[in-house]
Structures are given as C-alpha cells and as structure tokens.
C-alpha cells in the first residue's frame, strides 16, 4: 500500500491510495481524492476484502495514514499484520515502488488534471488495463489477472 502525491492543474492536492498484491501483481485498488486518511484507506481495503481474502500482512511506509489509531484498530479487528517499511528503506517494498513509478510515469506525468472528477473517472481504465492487458514477463508473460487465476485454484474452479 502505498499513497502518491501530485496536483490538479489548479493547484489542489490529490492522491491517490494504491493496493498491489506483490504475488500476482495485481492492481487491487486505487482510490483518488485530496486526502485520505486511515479511515477512508480501511473502507478501500474492506472494499477489496468483499471480493477476496485479506492478506496475513499489509506493508507499507510510515506515513500517519497507517500509523493512526483507526487504521491499526482495524488492522488489530482483521487480524492484519502492518509492517512497517524502515524510512529511508524503499527496498523493503520493491513491489510498490516499482508500481509507484508505472503510476507517476504512465499516468501522472502524462496527464492534467483540471477537477478532481477527472482523474477519479480515468485512473480504473489504466488500472484495469495493468491488470487484464499488459503481460508481465515475471508472471511467465501472464497478465497479472491470468497469473491470479492460474494460481488460485478456488478462483479457477468459480470461473
């Protein structure tokens, strides 16, 4: 998990609260506003827990996004282990750096973004696109959806 910075042509802040599983690659979700504190990243991580099991461990940087009451009590409710990444340490979490770069390159960098609806409506094509076009060549030049399905038996038996 991980939240990115950037700006509305105007000048408003925006970010944008990424989930990647480091297994299969997948993008699980990416949340959009001017702030998002740990409440809201828990209701985006409950989002995704209605589709599929939450992981033993959710790694991320120290930011106070996850380092806030709401979210280490709900942590604590699921049963969710929150490493902690050392400052300093992006090494610790190469899945999400590598993630944060195809963002900020891919989608930040080529777009401006005058409302906050903007971003909100075209950043779930790029996310889907990462998951069910683009083969990765770590995957076995699998689509990190495919990769997902190959390796989740309960997940091939419902499709």
């Given amino acids: 998990m991980e939240l990115v910075a950037d700006q509305l042509v105007g000048g408003t802040r925006l970010r944008a609260f990424n989930v990647v599983d480091d297994f299969t ?26 589709t599929r099991p939450l992981p033993k461990y959710l790694i991320c940087d120290n930011g106070p ?17 929150v490493p902690f990444i050392r400052p300093g340490k992006p090494v610790e979490n190469a899945c999400r750096e590598s993630f944060t770069g195809k963002l900020r390159d891919e989608w930040l960098n080529e777009n401006w973004f005058v409302t906050m609806e903007d971003p909100r409506s075209r950043i779930e094509a790029w996310r889907l696109d990462n998951n069910e076009v683009r083969p990765y060549s770590g995957l076995d030049n699998l689509t990190p959806s495919e990769f997902a ?10 499709a």
């Avoid at 690659?25 to 209605?50: F, M």
């Fill in 149 to 158: 399905l190959r390796h989740n038996p309960v997940a091939s038996d419902a």
């Fill in 65 to 81: 996004e996850f380092t806030g009451s709401a979210f280490g009590a709900w942590a604590h409710r699921r049963g969710v282990r």
């Fill in 25 to 50: 690659r997948e993008r699980l979700a990416i949340e959009v506003d001017t702030s998002i504190p740990g409440l809201r990243a828990t209701r985006v991580l409950e989002r995704i827990a209605a």
